[in-house]
């Protein structure tokens, strides 16, 4: 997909977020926790199946377990009653067993017929109703796996199906990666926390909520370090605190080139920037870099800009895939289709442009339309929005053509 022509200066989208996710350093170790305490966290290594699944033939569903062979016009007369959790037993010959879900299939019996295809007469013997096939209705030992076979692999996420895969095979103890810490600063003079008294001139911070909010979700431990006045002093200060404490330092405002924009300056004192500009709208001052610990390369820092909807988009797009890295997980793809425009827009010189949209199905397909204000620093829209309408740089937005979609599920951790 074309993005246009670059604003000057600024990376692609695909090139920064290529380069982010090559830059993560899985993080090193491992930690045994218990089976409950392990939703979220990455498996460390690859585990095998302990145990056959399933251990023994048994019945998909409440019926009778019989031999297809037997079935006559006289009926089976019901020799067993086989629940759940019943040992094996067999199946005497020119009988029938009455079996439940998930019991052992008697050894001999070659089918299981449900319930509802079977009448019993008077004398309560069985007679089928339509063809009873050989081998229906059975869960044979092994079928989804054996003892041995790959079970889970290293560096996928343990979700709730994961453990009850896990719990299956009697493991109570899972190998995990250690938690990725994180350190958040918020820069600026203006900002006051929620609560606090408010006053001309003064911005609440918006932005140490929300981001503390998504390093959560995504299981990262979050060192909060508050609020940083813009004074080259007092962040540097907090960027060296925030370095010895942390795997990643992530900061919001103050990245931009502003006179009052310190803290650029003070990380190229610490340690270095990679790159600073992204072209993309709203997002571009988004920075990445490291402070420098003695290291080789330092502890990784993470610049996001000031406006809280430019940061949002920021994150989604280029500092969690390089945080899922760092975690040990696999980053996937951006996933997008295409959706029809609703409405006409302008395009943004320059830059590729994340539009919030919420998605119209009445029709006869998925129709995107304006969440709200599309300012950097409305986050009404953002709340609201079902996804972005990624438009490449220099391009308008015109009703009834189709444009890229990223749909907002792919960012919930």
């Not at 409440?62 to 759940?84: I, Q």
């Not at 290293?154 to 990666?177: D, F, H, K, W």
């Not at 870099?289 to 390369?297: A, F, I, K, R, V």
Request: hydrophobic fraction near 45%; proline fraction near 7%; aromatic fraction near 6%.
């Amino acid at each position: 997909m074309s993005c246009g022509t670059l604003a000057k200066g600024l990376l692609d989208l695909e090139v920064a977020r290529a380069r982010l996710i090559a830059a993560a350093e899985p993080v090193q170790g491992e930690e045994l926790v218990a089976l409950e305490q392990a939703a979220g966290r990455v498996l460390a290594r690859d585990l095998r199946a302990r145990l056959d699944m399933p251990g023994i033939d048994n019945s998909a569903m409440d019926g009778y377990a019989l031999r297809a062979a037997e079935l006559s016009d006289a009926g089976l007369p019901v020799v067993l009653r086989v629940p759940a959790g019943a040992g094996v037993e067999t199946l005497p010959e020119g009988g029938c067993a009455r079996i439940f879900t998930g019991a052992p299939v008697p050894e001999g019996a070659d089918c299981v017929v449900p319930q509802e295809r079977v009448r019993l007469d008077e004398a309560g013997r069985v007679h089928v109703v339509g063809e009873a096939k050989l081998g229906a209705n059975i869960r044979r030992r092994g079928e989804e796996y054996r003892e041995g076979d790959p079970l889970l692999a290293a560096g996928c996420t343990l979700n709730a199906a994961a453990l009850a895969l896990l719990a299956s095979q009697g493991i109570a103890e899972v190998p995990v990666l250690p938690r990725f810490r994180v350190a958040l600063i918020s820069t600026g003079d203006e900002l006051i926390e929620p609560g606090e008294p408010f006053a001309p001139g003064r911005v609440y911070d918006s932005n140490r909520v929300m981001l503390k909010a998504l390093l959560e979700q995504a299981d990262c431990v979050v060192l909060d370090l508050g609020v940083i006045a813009d004074d080259p002093a007092a962040l540097r200060k907090a960027f060296v605190a925030a370095r010895d404490g942390a795997d990643l330092v992530v900061c919001t405002g103050g990245v931009s080139v502003g006179e009052e924009d310190h803290v650029r300056p003070v990380l190229e004192e610490l340690g270095g920037l990679w790159f600073h500009g992204v072209a993309i709208k709203p997002g571009k001052p988004f920075a990445f870099g490291y402070l420098d610990n003695g290291s080789p390369e330092g502890v990784p820092l993470i610049g996001l800009p000031g406006n809280p909807v430019a940061s949002l988009v920021g994150w989604h797009l280029l500092a969690r895939p390089f945080v899922q890295g760092c975690q040990g997980r696999t980053v996937e793809a951006l996933q997008q289709y295409r959706v029809r425009a609703g409405f006409s827009r302008r395009g943004s010189p320059g830059r590729r442009e994340l539009l919030r949209v919420t998605l119209d199905w009445q029709g006869e397909g998925p129709l995107a339309l304006l969440a709200g204000g599309q300012g950097s620093h409305m986050l009404h829209a953002a709340s609201q929005a079902h996804g972005y309408l990624m438009m490449a740089a220099d391009t308008d937005v015109e009703e009834g053509h189709e444009y890229p979609y990223l749909p907002a599920g792919q960012f919930v951790d």
